[in-house]
T-cell receptor
Framework: DQQVKQNSPSLSVQEGRISILNCDYT??????FLWYKKYPAEGPTFLIS?????DKNEDGRFTVFLNKSAKHLSLHIVPSQPGDSAVYFC????????????FGPGTSLSVIP | DGGITQSPKYLFRKEGQNVTLSCEQN?????MYWYRQDPGQGLRLIYY???????QKGDIAEGYSVSREKKESFPLTVTSAQKNPTAFYLC?????????????FGQGTRLTVV
């Protein structure tokens, strides 16, 4: 049973519009959440994170929102650019040790020029 | 340039054979990790090492073995005991084990058993 779910395998968005990638989790004990981006033929790279004590974290065009009561987080990309086309992985951590990080299956984002 | 390198990119193995995947980093990172990715699933932790000559099993260690004789290197052996070895394997490293420390990933090795 997956503890971190990304129910949309793929998403297409027009350039300049907002991309919203969703992630749901089942374990209320998760206390740190991360997003990674992966281009084809490359390893994932860290994008943005949020602690469970916050409900929003922003870094340039990327904002992550956390709704603990709904066990839901989302990544907003505004405005979307063709270079944002990639697979996005949501991950959640139990505690501070990285071996406790659990990854979702990923959502493939296509930004159409 | 500093980075983490996995080789080979593609690997084919006959059933019953052991095969070793290479992971090398020149980032001076203490912690290294091996993950497996299957279609429709997230990355699953196979083994990790926080220091030279020490490593721990992850969630799916059965059928795999590792060594950490050097800080820079963390090879993964997929043994014949691994029932379903065909998958995409990713190696990662970080300067510390804390989740606050960014992880750097290699490009991955796609292993196919034929």
């Amino acid at each position: 049973d997956q503890q971190v779910k990304q129910n949309s395998p793929s998403l297409s968005v027009q350039e300049g519009r907002i991309s919203i990638l969703n992630c749901d989790y089942t374990n209320s004990m998760f206390d740190y959440f991360l997003w990674y981006k992966k281009y084809p033929a490359e390893g994932p790279t860290f994008l943005i994170s949020i602690s469970s004590i916050k409900d929003k974290n922003e870094d340039g065009r990327f904002t992550v929102f956390l709704n603990k009561s709904a066990k839901h987080l989302s990544l907003h990309i505004v405005p979307s650019q063709p270079g944002d086309s990639a697979v996005y992985f949501c991950a959640a951590s139990l505690g501070t040790s990285y071996d406790k990080v659990i990854f979702g299956p990923g959502t493939s984002l296509s930004v159409i020029p | 340039d500093g980075g983490i390198t996995q080789s080979p990119k593609y690997l084919f193995r006959k059933e019953g054979q052991n095969v070793t995947l290479s992971c090398e980093q020149n980032l001076n990172h203490d912690a290294m990790y091996w993950y497996r990715q299957d279609p429709g699933q997230g990355l699953r932790l196979i083994y990790y090492s926080q220091i030279v000559n020490d490593f721990q099993k992850g969630d799916i260690a059965e059928g795999y073995s590792v060594s950490r004789e050097k800080k820079e290197s963390f090879p993964l052996t997929v043994t014949s005991a691994q029932k379903n070895p065909t998958a995409f394997y990713l190696c990662a490293s970080r300067s510390g084990d804390s989740v606050n420390t960014e992880a750097f990933f290699g490009q991955g090795t796609r292993l196919t058993v034929v």
